[in-house]
């Protein structure tokens, strides 16, 4: 798979690249390029199904080590194949909905080594991506 700059791909995995990424992160930035949810939505889950395909990110949640207690965030993938992972993001990731609360956070991709490699041999995203934010 071939990531071109200043593309959704590139994005996800650019900001993945940081720690863990949320789906309502990867939504945020899916709406620099498609406005309407509906679009949005579909352009995000063929871009996520591309990107792991390829061996780029993994699709999981965070979890806590101790749940008891609820200390000790980690990274866990979610069980099945990536058609099963397919099947659970879509019905997670509803941008749709307006209160964000349950489903921005209901998701989180983890870049691989290879994906990794990806991020390192491209050019920073441009800055017009991040104008507004923090």
Same mark, same amino acid.
């Given at each position: ?13 650019? $900001? *993945? *690249?940081d720690d863990w990424l949320p789906i309502?992160? *990867? @939504?945020? !930035?899916? @709406? ?6 509906? &679009? %949005? ?9 591309? =990107? ?5 990110? +993994?699709?999981? $949640? ?6 008891? $207690? +609820? %200390?000790? =965030?980690? #990274?866990?993938? #979610? ?7 397919? *099947? +659970? =993001?879509?019905?997670? !990731?509803?941008? &749709?909905? &307006? ?5 921005? !956070?209901?998701? #989180? ?6 994906? %990794? ?15 507004? =934010?923090?």
């Amino acid at each position: 798979m071939n990531i071109e700059p200043d593309t959704i791909e590139h994005l996800v995995l650019q $900001q *993945a *690249a940081d720690d863990w990424l949320p789906i309502g992160n *990867a @939504s945020a !930035y899916a @709406s620099d390029f498609v406005t309407d949810l509906a &679009e %949005r939505k579909a352009l995000l889950l063929d871009t996520i199904r591309s =990107l792991a395909a390829a061996g780029y990110i +993994r699709i999981g $949640q965070l979890a806590f080590h101790d749940p008891e $207690q +609820r %200390r000790g =965030l980690h #990274w866990v993938e #979610w069980s099945g194949g990536l058609d099963d992972h397919m *099947a +659970r =993001l879509a019905e997670v !990731y509803t941008p &749709e909905v &307006e209160d964000t609360t349950w489903w921005y !956070y209901a998701c #989180w991709l983890n870049l691989t080594d290879a994906g %990794r490699q990806i991020v390192e041999a491209l050019p920073e995203p441009d800055d017009r991506f991040f104008k507004g =934010l923090p």
